[in-house]
């Protein structure tokens, strides 16, 4: 079964606080994913990592950072908070498609992480 | 960039009807079409996907249907429940882009 934890549940930081969330995730996927979720906007891709040092731009990754030093850890960095990053959080992880292997690239999720920036 | 939109935002159904919701896609690429359902509260799960050499695809009362040439997928639920209310998303793409997603309400 597989496991994606996010660090917290909740976080209140203040404007101009850098700010750290992590997610670790347990089946040995190689993507991982941040999305931000606001209502009415569906889940909006901020970074993915397709493998330990890879990352790639999603459509929001103004004012946020990535690192994937290992492979079951993909942080999301927030360099200098501000209100209008106030929002929830998700990471998920899927295997990577391989030719002529398993080919699921099945989303799994984490619970969630709600940020409120003051 | 890849664009990915939903439609409609909200459905509202009574019970036992069926539910449609549909998506359209702009990378002409994708070969992967995955519907997540997340209820209230809780994180985004997969209820079905199709891929791109499939048209049609049923589980039970959900099926998807994929027109690649027309770039648009579709989630149809049949008799629908109450236990179906919930907010149900798209996506498509290369890097996985959602739609904006569709709040399905289910009336007893």
């Known amino acids: 079964d597989v496991k994606v934890t996010q660090s917290s549940r909740y976080l209140v930081k203040r404007t101009g606080e850098k700010v750290f969330l992590e997610c670790v995730q347990d089946m040995d996927h190689e993507n991982m994913f941040w999305y931000r979720q606001d209502p009415g906007l569906g889940l909006r891709l901020i970074y993915f990592s397709y493998d330990v040092k890879m990352k790639e731009k999603g459509d929001i990754p103004e004012g946020y950072s990535v690192s994937r030093e290992k492979k079951e850890r993909f942080s999301l960095i927030l360099e200098s908070a501000s209100t209008n990053q106030t929002s929830m959080y998700l990471c998920?992880?899927?295997?990577?498609?391989?030719?002529?292997?398993?080919?699921?690239?099945?989303?799994?999720f984490g619970p969630g992480t709600r940020l409120l920036v003051l | 960039g890849e664009n990915v939109e939903q439609h409609p935002s909200t459905l509202s159904v009574q019970e036992g009807d069926s539910a449609v919701i549909k998506c359209t896609y702009s990378?002409?690429?994708?070969?992967?079409f995955p519907w997540y359902k997340q209820e209230l509260g809780k994180r985004p799960q997969l209820i079905i996907d199709i891929r791109s050499n499939v048209g049609e695809k049923k589980d039970q009362r959900i099926a998807v249907t994929l027109n690649k040439t027309a770039k648009h997928f579709s989630l149809h639920i049949t008799e629908t429940q109450p236990e179906d209310s919930a907010v149900y998303f798209c996506a498509a793409g290369f890097k996985t882009i959602f739609g904006a997603g569709t709040r399905l309400f289910v009336k007893a």
């Open positions: 998920a992880s899927s295997l990577r498609r391989r030719a002529g292997g398993p080919r699921g690239e099945t989303q799994y």
């Open positions: 990378d002409s690429a994708s070969n992967y």
